[in-house]
């Protein structure tokens, strides 16, 4: 069974840096054709797609958001961490990491529980 | 890359049939059979529904199909169900090797 859950601050201050982790059970990030993603959803508001890390380290960004992220993986510690840098009140948002294998098709599945976080000073 | 466009609600009695659409480009929705389809229980996360334009993930109910022309796809429910109450999310893979969402539609089982 495949599990995720994400943790991190639930509150930071503008201009701060966020830095989530994502834990996951159920699979290893050195096999391949597995992945990865975050996934952000503001109160009330649509999904937003963020950032994608495949086993082979290969990353994929939001272009919107590009300069302001960063992924990155501890296969040992079965852990995905994405940081994202000034944050401003509009990222207020329940953060989703999700998990991605290329043969499971071109989605996400499952998710985790998501995380709140505020962003205000 | 704009989000995809879906109709804010829709709605249906129970036992009825309803189609959700998500509009797009030929840079996602039109230019790749990678369309997925989520759904969301208020307070819950995302729950995939359909992937790839028209494939169930195990478990999921055959009252739930998906299809896709030219740069829309669609989501239809049939013998709607109080439980299909819920927020409905479309996705696309992108020719910029990202992922896009829909704005979400809120089903209502009336």
């Known amino acids: 069974q495949i599990t995720l859950k994400e943790s991190g601050p639930t509150l930071v201050k503008p201009t701060q840096t966020l830095t989530l982790t994502c834990t996951f059970s159920?699979?290893?990030?050195?096999?391949?054709?597995?992945?990865v993603g975050w996934i952000r959803q503001p109160p009330g508001k649509a999904l937003e797609w963020l950032a994608l890390i495949y086993w082979d380290d290969d990353k994929r960004y939001s272009p919107s958001l590009k300069s302001r992220l960063t992924i990155t993986k501890d296969t040992s510690k079965n852990q995905v961490v994405l940081t994202m840098t000034n944050m401003d009140p509009v990222d207020t948002a329940t953060y989703y990491c999700a998990h991605r294998e290329v043969r499971g098709g071109t989605c996400f599945d499952p998710w985790g529980q998501g995380t709140l976080v505020t962003v205000s000073s | 890359q704009s989000a995809l466009t879906q109709p804010a609600s829709v709605s249906g009695s129970p036992g009825q049939s309803i189609t959700i659409s998500c509009t797009g480009t030929s840079s996602d929705v039109g230019g790749y059979n990678y369309v997925s389809w989520y759904q969301q229980h208020p307070g819950k996360a995302p729950k995939l529904m359909i992937y790839d334009v028209s494939n169930r993930p195990s478990g999921v109910s055959n009252r739930f199909s998906g299809s896709k022309s030219g740069n829309t796809a669609s989501l239809t429910i049939s013998g709607l169900q109080a439980e299909d109450e819920a927020d409905y999310y479309c996705s696309s893979y992108t020719s910029s090797s990202f992922w896009v969402f829909g704005g979400g539609t809120k089903l209502t089982v009336l």
């Open positions: 159920g699979f290893s990030l050195s096999t391949s054709g597995v992945g």
